[in-house]
């Protein structure tokens, strides 16, 4: 009987572009180590669509793009009030793309713009509460799907999980054009 393997080797095309293609690309799982850069590469880009399709679902059921998502992210994860500044640095955006985007969330009623410091030109960005409870209603499974996934390991490998994906969003923060 042929392994999943020999199967996909049998399927290839002998020629063309699809077979240097496949055939550039690690085949992991057999003999490579199952930790090795292309099945890590293969989840992540797995777990990325999956996520990409609940955040565009979210988005086009709130009239948003993909970047107003992001944008809610970062003022909802940020470490102190986020500022339209502080949001432009973190987007990598213009000022003109992060006024659209902060009108666009203001007017679907999920921020607000607020002058709190004695300096009035100062504004934060705050995530409305019933926004914020829309938003955790919607990504439900997500929270589930991860507190599934979650309860299969143990407390020392969730904590080498943390570690890793911390490590990566280091990384990928200083991979950005112009650094963090």
Known sequence: ??????????????????????????ESGTGG??????????????MNGEINRL???FAGDHGLHATDIQALGAIMDADE???????????????????????????????????????????????????????????????EATEAARSRFGEQELSVVVRFLEALNEELAEARPGGR
């Open 81 to 143: 009030p986020m500022t339209p500044s502080g949001l432009r640095r973190h987007l990598g955006l213009t000022s003109g793309a992060v006024t659209a985007c902060v009108d666009r969330l203001e007017r679907a009623g999920h921020i607000r713009r607020v002058r709190e410091s004695a300096d009035r030109r100062v504004v934060h960005l705050r995530y409305e509460p019933d926004a914020r409870a829309a938003a955790r209603s919607y990504f439900r499974p997500l929270a």
């Open 33 to 46: 180590a199952p930790t090795d850069l292309y099945a890590f590469a293969v989840r992540l880009r797995r």
């Open 1 to 26: 009987m042929a392994t999943p393997n020999q199967r996909e080797q049998d399927a290839r095309p002998e020629s063309g572009p699809d077979r240097r293609r496949q055939d550039a690309r690690p």
């Open 55 to 57: 955040v565009q679902g």
